[in-house]
């Protein structure tokens, strides 16, 4: 596992929460048996998937990665990974079948896309920003001069508004968040979230701020990873609140490295150092996690960061296991059939009634077969339970 810049535990967190889960087979669809839900949860945890790329395996072919670092979902549900070690960004489609990569990074920890397709990436190590087409073609440079500082110090989180418009920069080692707004076709430098240079604890200060993510509503979220919380801000960078501290119990955190906001405008932290994901509201009340130290499919190595698709599909990106583990809410299979219509009736077994039915079978014209027992028939009805014949 590559060593962090920023400042990361340096033993493997305890483990805090009970996550193991078993999948029963259906002939439609993979159904979880049990996974217990965390102390105080309000919700049960997603319920896994597969994995991209092999665990415990560094690799540099196509969908292998090694000590991956950011990912983001287009628009068009093509997933960008930071593939920092590999000093590229891959390209996936959303069922992770693999489609490119881009090269030409220097440790690559950051990426972001906008509505249009173009990616934004945190080129970490060449302190800079690389603002590209969908077609890989360089459309902007920024490397922080116009931001009154000499330079980006290891930028690394980046997220963009859905326009385009509007981009924000972690400059981690700089201790600050930078917001550049597009005009005429140039990204200017319009304001900084802290103090450039300085870390601090209060309100809209940060020490090695690591993550960064906008909510449908603008709102922007930012990991401030070695105070151990998440700060909240409106889209011009005004604060709002905050939450979390150190510690492993519900709610707290031990280096946080990641943050996305999901279409609801939930907030999910990769909580790095503990080895688990964590959900909250808007407002940063506590709704479940899951996930600890180790390998497996509910074991993470350091996850530095996650994204979540429009369907509610969860990416983890596991770092120090150099794989992404995918998952789905558990709501997607817990939900409940919905009745649409009945028909039929005991009666006097006439055509239509229903008496002691035992078999039933649907042909390619949608017409419904029904054996009845008691008189020894099948009936055919419509799809909407309309009599046809016996």
């Given at each position: ?175 600050c968040v930078h ?113 600890q130290g180790g ?96």
């Open positions: 596992m590559r060593l962090f810049r920023r400042p990361l535990a340096s033993h493997v967190a305890a483990v805090r929460v009970s996550a193991a889960a078993a999948l029963i087979a259906t002939s439609l669809l993979f159904i979880p048996m049990h996974h217990p839900a965390p102390l105080l949860a309000d919700e049960e945890p997603p319920v896994f998937v597969e994995l991209w790329g092999v665990e415990n395996s560094e690799g540099s072919a196509l969908g292998e990665f090694d000590d991956l670092s950011g990912i983001s979902v287009g628009a068009d549900g093509k997933v960008y990974v930071a593939d920092t070690d590999n000093n590229r960004i891959q390209i996936f489609s959303s069922d992770g079948t693999s489609l490119d990569q881009w090269t030409g990074f220097n440790k690559p920890e950051g990426v972001a896309v906008d509505s249009a397709g173009n990616v934004y990436v945190a080129d970490t190590d060449n302190h800079r920003v690389a603002v590209l087409s969908s077609t890989e073609t360089v459309l902007h440079v920024l490397d922080g001069h116009d931001a009154g500082s000499d330079n980006f110090q290891y930028p690394s989180g980046i997220a963009v508004a859905p326009d385009g418009n509007t981009l924000y920069i972690a400059d981690t080692y700089n201790h917001i550049y707004t597009l005009a005429e076709g140039t990204y200017g430098h319009t304001e900084t979230i802290g103090d450039y240079e300085i870390p601090g604890t209060g309100n809209g200060q940060f020490n090695n701020p690591y993550g960064v993510a906008v909510g449908p509503d603008g709102s922007v979220y930012v990991a401030d990873t070695s105070n151990r919380r998440i700060q909240k801000f409106d889209a011009d960078g005004g604060y709002v609140t905050q939450w979390g501290e150190y510690g492993q119990a519900a709610g707290q955190f031990w280096d946080p490295a990641g943050v996305a906001v999901d279409s609801e405008g939930n907030v999910w932290v990769a909580d790095t150092g503990n080895g688990r994901i964590q959900k909250f509201t808007a407002s940063g009340v506590f709704i479940m996690t899951f996930g390998s497996g499919p509910y074991h993470f190595s350091g996850p530095d960061d996650l994204a979540v698709m429009s369907d509610g599909t969860i990416l983890v990106e596991d770092s120090g296991n150099h794989c992404i583990k995918v998952y789905r809410p558990a709501s997607f299979y817990a939900a409940p059939p919905v009745l649409l219509s009945t028909w039929g009736s005991s009666g006097t077994c006439g055509d239509g009634d229903l008496c002691n039915p035992i078999s039933i079978a649907i042909d390619e014209d949608g017409y419904v077969f029904v054996g009845n027992q008691n008189n020894r028939r099948v009936q055919k009805f419509t799809g909407s339970g309309g009599f046809i014949a016996t």
